[in-house]
């Protein structure tokens, strides 16, 4: 099940280029989708399935703004409108391909899936990508085998750092300590998260005397489908024991992760991680991408086992404990819309 | 769904030696089956399955004419009837296995997977084989993972030489211009093509001095279950716009295509192409081979994406064009024997 | 369908160390079960399965006797029950994981699947492992793509050694010539077979003059689910034609196999063949377990294609002969069980 009226993530803005046969085939919401760049940089987003005997229309060729099938010729433009049928005149009138509202922000290529006379691009969340002048971004992605409520429920619920994440980006346990000041926004949540005096994460350790500690701030924006955008800030252990550090700034850095669900198994992972150019240093961005590429090959593993135990016992006992507000509040978050698609008629 | 009165290709007559365990294992229209050579040179076809326990056959070994089981000893006659059971003097009457009636031609093994009594071999298609002394024929074979329609669809419209070929054994779009002149076979279809002046295949062009065109000749019999079978040639420009080429032979081929159904799923392509002893010259055949080589890889993606989009949705929209008239006779074709089998209860 | 008051073998002992993540991920009966060693040695069985969100806690961690969860954190005891939820005091009283019976015995971990109270070890079948004094045991083990009736089919009909096993532990057809004799066992069958003056198996006979003939003895228990252990004796040929041969005993040798159904397309084959000190001599035991390995792939082919076929098939024709009097046997055995539990509501 899946929220149609949103924007889901198709990847970064570099998968398309000018080439021939630069068409990407992904899959939204369980809807496949080949996407392309018109010579204008337009970016097209169309049902990857020729209506004539659906021919996937990824393995076909661009011309000018149009897309052609490569099975039997027929030629579609950026409306998704049949312009030439090979050996006839006649277009048939039910010669269309759907199209969908595409938007590019921050580098991502977004994708609405629902109906187009409500694609409001305001609705994209906010986040950081790589051609930012003010930040210096890395990018990359991965995919995981599992529903994309299992993501949702890991990225609202960050204690999990402290166990996951004990090798890589883990370092401490005062997540379970430290309760997160919830926000509801229109379409997910905010949580704002501060620690004082602790250790840095684990892959930072090395560069810092033993024992050194922190302030460390945690402001991270939740949205629909399961977008993360959170900024990271760390500074030299301050005075304050609530809000804001009061201590010195050391590092400004936002971490961009759109997690797309790809369909009910599997979602695709795109996301980035990097400093303000006023708190960078060389290597210092590429180290960040090191660490979460990392931590996500860890939440790979255990998202994907869970997952299969979710399928094998869909109603095994689940039991409640404190930590799952955060998740809980995002899932029936999620859960409202179905229902109000589900009412509508769009899904 | 597959015509069972119908003469199915399980491979070339070089797959089966004398040798002890020469045993080839295949499926056709979803019965497994076992092949075997006997001293006499005569081919077995067995049903893959020991009636005790239903081990496999294919994994036993060639005794005279007869296939004993490697689990238990049990001995089968090419008739199919045990004649031995390990540890027992009596054969109980239910021990034997279904045999199907097998022909040899054109180095092609042929199984009828209906009723024995109807098994004519006069209903195999003509096809010209890698021992036909008047032909320089080399073989080849691929597996596609699509049901078999897709592929009768593919080989009864070749406007899809334009598009897919485009970079092997396509170069001319003479196919959206030439309407084939088709005649039904008792159980296919042939269609005959004439184009004039018009440039060779891509794999060829290197041959030529640029803007070489050529007259050409295709005349192609579709046959139940998805043979096909075209006698390709190539002519110096002649003055003729109707009819055979009046210019001069230079080049004379076949190239014969049994695309046998494995089950509803896959199918195993048996293929062959070469030239005639009188317009051979050295390699010539090792090119037509490597040229459909890469053209069936060209196939095998875009049908495999077709069949998985056909599979996730089989209802989906489907408009119609001209160029489908080919695909729709032949399917039409398969279909009304389809029907009659299952009118007599054959399926 | 599984019998659930049964002892299954789980592995090794040696599968088990005392590392912080050496936790061992199983399935047993279909159920998924993580087995760990606590730092007094003990072995702990318990499901695979976090009671929070199912997450798998074979990628956690030990601590002390206790397993920890390395999603979330919480901890649970050899018992079973949480001790600790990260971020609360106070433990939900449902938060609590299935155990186990287990009991080490042989260098095998044997798990009770179903009521621990009649979890009775005096169940658990005889055999002989890499650590006994006495005998020179060497192991190994081997997954096969079939369900455990098929192995209870193989082991009970050892006839299988002329066909499948003629280039390895085959080598005489004295299986057909010679009867087993049967004893009922409370949870499976006793066979013994004696042979006189017959080659030795194929793998053995380059140690010995052509034509070099020999008494063997076999004395096997399969016992449930599907346990295969094997005393075998090699003699001078004697002069007795019934019973143990009086010849002089040249080799002693004990070969115990635990065939653990995983679920009902696997099986998990733990397995070990060696002599008594007595008559071993440098590399013989080596050569059996080279031997066994060889035969073991024999069979798994075999299996796996008969499973197919099976699989394909489940109502084909399956005609009866003489040998399948001890695996009708034993499967009779199996039901009766199967039969006693569905009524009991164990299942």
Not at 25 to 49: C, H, Q, S, T
Not at 281 to 289: H, T
Request: glycine fraction near 6%; proline fraction near 7%; charge should be negative.
């Amino acid at each position: 099940m899946f929220v149609k009226n949103c924007w889901y993530c198709a990847g970064w803005d570099y998968e398309l280029s000018q080439g021939k046969n630069a068409l990407l085939a992904r899959r939204l919401a369980n809807e496949p989708i080949v996407l392309y760049r018109k010579p204008d940089g337009g970016v097209v987003a169309m049902e990857d399935r020729c209506p004539h005997r659906q021919a996937a229309l990824h393995l076909g060729q661009k011309e000018g703004d149009s897309l052609r099938c490569m099975y039997h010729g027929m030629k579609f433009g950026p409306d998704g409108k049949c312009t030439e049928v090979p050996g006839q005149d006649k277009i048939p009138p039910q010669a269309w391909v759907r199209t969908f509202p595409v938007v590019e922000k921050d580098n991502w290529i977004w994708v609405w899936m629902g109906d187009p006379a409500k694609a409001d691009p305001s609705l994209i969340c906010f986040a950081v990508g790589p051609s930012d002048k003010n930040w210096n971004v890395k990018t990359s992605q991965v995919s995981v085998n599992a529903n994309y409520r299992l993501e949702i429920a890991n990225l609202m619920d960050l204690s999990h750092l402290t166990w996951i994440h004990r090798k890589t980006i883990g370092g401490t346990d005062a997540w379970t300590r430290t309760k997160p000041q919830r926000t509801m926004l229109p379409r997910g949540i905010n949580s704002k998260i501060w620690m004082y005096s602790e250790p840095p994460p684990v892959f930072a350790q090395h560069l810092f005397p033993p024992g050194a500690v922190f302030d460390m701030s945690f402001d991270v924006d939740v949205t629909l489908p399961c977008n993360f955008v959170l900024h990271f800030q760390v500074y030299t252990p301050g005075t304050v024991t609530d809000g804001p550090s009061n201590g010195q700034l050391m590092l400004d850095s936002y971490t961009s992760q759109a997690v797309t669900p790809r369909d009910e198994d599997w979602v695709d992972y795109y996301y980035s991680w990097g400093t303000s150019v006023a708190t960078d240093a060389p290597g210092m961005s590429e180290m960040l991408l090191e660490a979460v590429n990392a931590a996500f090959l860890e939440d790979k593993a255990v998202l994907e086992a869970q997952y299969r135990n979710v399928k094998e016992r869909p109603h095994a006992k689940q039991v409640g404990i404190l930590l799952d507000a955060g998740p809980e509040k995002m899932l029936w978050l999620l859960d409202k819309f179905l229902a109000e698609e589900a009412k509508e008629g769009t899904l």
